[in-house]
């Protein structure tokens, strides 16, 4: 090994591990490095292992210390991570106070992360020579060559041969040999053939004006009623945008990204729309990346993840649902897609379309305090009307699986007249509980329980089965009480499958569908429900994965039960979550010709929640709710963050914890701006899946001290000896403080 190199420039590398630092290593043998290097990966050996880095910085200071190992390999010619990506992340990284490498192994797609090349996102095409077009008659006639030919007398890409003829490699081959007919590269198309929307009414024109008039950052909110046309709104500035020959990228929640909401973009966009969503192979993920780095992919579309795509001619960026909680990643990075949209959006100086009909309430903070230009859609569009709203007092009436008979007589109609129903239940499972009559006894998830803190196990399989929701954990129903040997163990409360059940024999002449996770575990199985329903009358059942998403024109009713429980939950954003829900189903109602009615159940008709919802509306609500904010020192008007530690005993997170406690007091104490620490206390969910856990929660007013104080602290939380028995990480604005 060449020990002389002068200052050869040593590479500082960012490796996906849980180390705040970066790893020095001598350029692989042979070559050397410079600042072009940065952004590049290589392949390194680390321990017994070998990683894939990525070259975050060139040290040409320092002399190489002895036993610096040789990177292995480069993996790519140029940087595959460079301009305004590159940076965003990087902010990312001191955002999160997580270590560059495991933010970087966030970002990339898994095959790019694993040291795979970028992948070829050439569309080939075949065509026929001139010699082709001039011979193709010395082809005999109705043969699979003669075929062919008279196929590619226009040059068609590979993907319409797979579809439209069958076979078509073997006779290309053969007619190439020959040299009558050849493969060539496709350049992708940047613009396509739009096609016409509908004329937009005032309110979506003015804010296509508003849009068009933006010149460089700005973040609008785009806040307006279901059904009032924010998607056409959207697709008309991703015309605009492809235009000005620029890309355009569009996030939506998991489950809004169907293959209805594809198909729509297809049609009017007349480009290629690059999905990406989980259920893609990592092959189609690399791929869709690759193609928008290259340029190539002009309209992306995809859920949480997609925000990290590189865009290097980016004109837009869209977020549907920007409300969403799916947009904040739980667990590793805990990333905010639509917060790091508008950071990207910043550094790329393009404007960022936030749209929901039911805004966050951060959002709508940031409109009523001018950081966001705020458009309004009040109508729904074209001929749908707003749904009428009524609450059911159902105190002492008789139910059944949870359903009064009011609510029943009103599905009866509503089916007769032809329509739809949904029925909206916040629980899957047969019944939250199982009971012995006798004792008292409930089952528990043995994983999930503590003796202060019992987590009830779900009902599932008309009574059969045992399910924890939080950990997974099964097991039959037992035949008898554990604790007093009686048999008289019942289900109670209602889930989905419970209500599907009782529906289904109430109502034996319309098909019942029940959609929820446990129903629809297959990435296309909703739509396929949703084709099987068709137009005709039926009943829907399911939960939140009902309350989006799909436009079903002939649903006239919305019933909502069983919502008593999140009326006084003690989160603080729980009632703001109730509030987009409620407002979210009943929007699924009347949304084309037909008018529609929404039913809420409740045992608390005069809650001033359900109450201000029903006669103000989601925004006089949010008006109020921010009042209340404001008076607690609660986001938006405070800025959290969480940290969590779990471990196999109880003891070590909260000792980890309180090792972290006092590293952040010695912290403060030189610093200027209040910053308040809460616990350590074991979480509100104190044990899940086997582990116990722990949380101290940070609050400060502003920004500055709380991140200033974290990247004091938590570099060296990771020396701790505490450290070693749990597992730790850090949640910048938590939206789930379990
Ligand atoms: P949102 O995204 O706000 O829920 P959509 O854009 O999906 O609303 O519009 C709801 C329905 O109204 C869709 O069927 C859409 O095609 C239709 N629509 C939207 N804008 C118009 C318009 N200007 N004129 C007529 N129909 C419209
Ligand atoms: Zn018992
Ligand atoms: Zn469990």
């Given at each position: ?30 070559s050397?490095?410079c ?22 910085a ?23 991570l ?23 192994a ?98 979506q ?19 307006g ?12 500035a ?19 990204l ?26 189609a ?7 928008a ?110 359903l ?66 939080h ?26 499958e ?97 008018a ?20 103000g ?61 809460h ?52 949640d ?7």
């Amino acid at each position: 090994m060449d020990s002389h190199r002068t200052s050869p420039g040593l590479l500082q590398l960012a490796l996906p591990l849980p180390l705040p630092r970066l790893f020095d290593y001598r350029p692989p043998a042979g070559s050397s490095a410079c600042t072009g290097d940065i952004g590049r990966r290589v392949k390194v050996p680390f321990g017994k292992r070998e990683l894939v880095g990525v070259v975050a910085a060139i040290n040409t200071e320092q002399a190489p210390v002895p036993g610096l190992r040789d990177a292995l390999a480069w993996l790519d010619e140029a940087p595959l991570l460079s301009g305004e990506l590159w940076g965003s992340l990087h902010w990312l990284a001191r955002y999160t106070h997580a270590p560059l490498g495991e933010v970087l192994a966030t970002a990339l797609p898994s095959l790019l992360r694993h040291g795979e090349p970028l992948p070829d996102t050439t569309t080939w095409a075949w065509q026929l020579t001139a010699a082709g077009r001039a011979s193709m008659e010395t082809l005999r006639t109705g043969s699979r060559p003669r075929q062919l030919a008279e196929f590619l007398t226009t040059p068609r890409d590979e993907d319409t041969l797979a579809h439209r003829f069958e076979g078509w490699r073997t006779p290309a081959r053969a007619l190439m040999k020959r040299g009558l007919a050849e493969r060539i590269a496709l350049p992708a198309p940047r613009n396509g053939d739009l096609a016409e929307g509908p004329i937009l009414n005032p309110e979506q024109s003015a804010a296509i004006t508003a849009l068009r008039e933006i010149n460089g950052f700005a973040t609008v909110l785009l806040d307006g009623i279901t059904g009032s046309g924010k998607t056409e709104v959207y697709l008309q500035a991703i015309a605009d945008c492809l235009k000005r020959g620029r890309q355009a990228l569009v996030l939506v929640p998991e489950i809004g990204l169907t293959p209805q909401t594809l198909a729509r973009f297809r049609a009017r966009l007349g480009v290629p729309i690059h999905a990406l969503h989980s259920s893609l192979s990592d092959t189609a993920r690399a791929r869709v990346w690759a193609a928008a780095q290259r340029g190539q992919a002009r309209v992306i579309v995809g859920t949480r993840s997609a925000v990290f795509t590189p865009l290097p001619e980016a004109g837009l960026i869209v977020i549907d649902e920007e409300h969403d909680t799916s947009y904040k990643q739980q667990d590793g990075i805990r990333y905010h897609a639509r917060d790091f949209a508008l950071v990207r959006g910043k550094a790329l100086d393009i404007p960022v379309l936030l749209g929901s009909a039911t805004p966050s309430l951060e959002s709508l903070h940031n409109a009523n305090t001018g950081r966001y230009q705020h458009l309004r859609l009040h109508q729904r569009a074209g001929s749908a009307t707003p749904p009428e709203v009524r609450i059911l007092d159902i105190r002492k009436r008789p139910l059944d699986a949870g359903l009064s008979p009011e609510l029943m007589a009103a599905i009866r109609a509503a089916l007769d007249a032809g329509g739809q129903v949904l029925v909206f239940k916040n629980r899957r499972g047969y019944a939250p509980v199982l009971l012995c009559h006798d004792c008292g006894w409930s089952a528990h998830c043995p994983r999930c329980s503590t003796p202060e803190h019992p987590s009830p196990m779900t009902v599932h399989s008309a009574g059969r089965r045992l399910q924890c929701h939080h950990c997974g954990y099964r097991q039959p129903v037992p035949p008898a009480c554990p604790d007093c040997a009686s048999l008289a163990l019942e289900p109670q409360g209602n889930g989905t499958e419970r209500i599907e059940e009782l529906l289904t024999t109430r109502f034996a002449d319309v098909p019942v569908l029940r959609i929820d996770r446990s129903s629809t575990r297959r990435k296309d199985a909703l739509e396929q429900h949703f084709a099987a329903l068709g137009e005709r009358p039926g009943i829907l059942v399911g939960t939140q994965m009902l309350a989006k998403g799909h436009d079903l024109p002939n649903l006239t009713l919305a019933c909502v039960v069983g919502i008593d429980e999140g009326l006084f939950s003690a989160d603080f954003r729980s009632r703001e979550k109730l509030a987009q829900l409620l407002i979210q189903v009943a929007g699924r109602a009347g949304r084309a010709e037909r008018a529609g009615k929404v039913l809420l159940q409740t045992h608390h008709p005069d809650h001033p929640l359900l109450l201000t919802l029903i006669d103000g509306g989601y925004h006089v609500f949010a008006a109020e709710e921010l009042r209340e904010r404001a008076a607690a020192s609660f986001p938006p008007f405070t800025h959290l963050a969480l940290l969590r530690a779990q471990g196999p005993h109880a003891e070590p997170p909260m000792r980890f914890l309180t090792a972290a406690r006092e590293h952040l007091r010695t912290a403060l104490q030189n610093m200027r701006g209040p910053l308040h620490l809460h616990g350590p206390a074991p979480a509100p969910m104190p044990k899940r899946a086997g582990l116990y856990r722990a949380q101290l929660l940070l609050d400060a007013p502003r920004r500055g001290p709380l991140h200033i104080a974290l990247a004091q602290v938590i570099p060296a939380l990771h020396a701790l000896p505490e450290a070693r028995r749990v597992r730790w990480s850090l949640d910048i604005d938590p939206v789930d403080l379990y």
